[in-house]
């Protein structure tokens, strides 16, 4: 006799055949009522669980999975990532662990991802990143049981995670330039809907208005190079332009300072520049760029060390960065 198959299982109790693996594995993701009818059918068919394949798929993945929902140009242009990757390889090499990665179009293709990688046991636990301000992932993912860190601060969330306050970072970049002479200082800013672009915004309101300088506000854009362009023409259009301006990473930082030669301005005599993300690019330029000396390779390390402790059964606890220094180039300091 033939034996019944999972997806013999799923047609005889109309449903899906994760559904069918969620409920013959015990695991969360169907209702009780959904699960009896599943048992049932599986009964009726004859089937009975492998021993062999259960006892294999027991074991862990030794892997843990990365979802990026960003396009893969950005994702590749951007040094944070690159860095962050490599530490988080960093500590997971040590104990011979693989780190599963995906680029993903969205957060609802992420979350698809995490589901699937969790029904077939891809991975042992996820590292989420960009968290956004009203974010489904943190709920799915505790709904999954599924081990997690968040890379960044986890905000309301229960997921624990490697926190990154912002504020006192953005103090001193307003508080250098202030100190340079501006009062007219403008921030050119990632996506809205990110978490950590609203605490940025949130920092930068909060220190110009302290110090009382006058600001444009923040603009945001996709972190590409042409919105960068973009976002640095409308403001040098405006008939109160600023004279110096904040860009929340260095491909942003780049693009505007080519954008105010292009105008027939000088950096840092017409408009200062500082770059949110230090990278060797920015000491290439000219004038080399003012910028945040942030360590994403350490982030990724740390980052991955808390999952890793997570899975090891030990407690569950989040880790504050350091605040990150400035390092003051000639993009601000004639």
Known sequence: MTRATIKDIAIAAGVSEAAVSFALNDKPGVSADTRSRIRASAEALGWHPNVA?????ADKARAVGLVIARSPERVGSESFFLQLIAGIESALAKLSLALVLQIAPSVDDEMNTYRRWWSERRVDGVLLVDLRTDDPRPEMIAALRMPAVVIGDPGNSSIPGIAIDDTPAMNAIVAHLAEEGHRNIAHVCGPADLAHTRRRIDAFRSATSSLGITTIGSQSTD????SGVEAT???????????AIVFDNEILAVSGMSTIHAAG?????DV?????????????????LTALR???FALGRRSAAALLDLLDGKPAHGVDEPTPGLTVRGSTRP
């Open 294 to 296: 942030r360590d994403p």
């Open 272 to 288: 200062a520049i500082v770059s949110w993300e230090d990278h060797v690019i920015c000491t290439a330029t000219v004038p080399q």
């Open 53 to 57: 394949a259960r006892a294999l798929s």
């Open 265 to 269: 301005l000088s950096v840092p005599g």
């Open 223 to 226: 972190y590409s190079e042409s």
């Open 233 to 243: 023409r409308q403001l040098l259009a405006l008939p109160n332009r600023p004279t």
